[in-house]
């Protein structure tokens, strides 16, 4: 079973920076992806980016391509989403996901493991 915890959301000014970290129990063999998706109120939740573990390939929504940054610590277990240059409209509930799979992928239903999730609001 793998478990992975969220941390380092909070309120930041729009323009501001945040790095999200997820810390992850699982074992990075050569297929394990991590993906960070986001749920605004009301809103489906929605893809934000992914990394494979292994190699480092990644891949982003439009909507947060030259702003955010997904990446991996091998050492430490942990990947991280570093955010810059943040809008009103990536205020959301950050969920950090992984799968164990041969693809890199954007959706959802792909990926069996879920961290609890942690709030990012970004004020005006």
């Known amino acids: 079973q793998v478990q992975l915890v969220e941390s380092g959301g909070g309120l930041v000014q729009a323009g501001g920076s945040l790095r999200l970290s997820c810390a992850t129990s699982g074992r990075t063999y050569s297929t394990y992806r991590m993906a960070w998706f986001r749920q605004a109120p009301g809103k489906e939740r929605e893809f934000v980016a992914a990394i494979s573990w292994s190699s480092g390939n990644t891949y982003y929504a439009d909507s947060v391509k030259g702003r955010f940054t997904i990446s991996r610590d091998n050492a430490k277990n942990t990947g991280y989403l570093e955010m810059n240059s943040l809008k009103r409209e990536d205020t959301a509930v950050y969920y950090c996901?992984?799968?164990?799979?041969?693809?890199?992928?954007?959706?959802?239903?792909?990926?069996?493991?879920w961290g609890q999730g942690t709030q990012v609001t970004v004020s005006s």
């Open positions: 996901a992984a799968r164990y799979g041969a693809i890199l992928t954007r959706t959802r239903e792909s990926y069996d493991y």
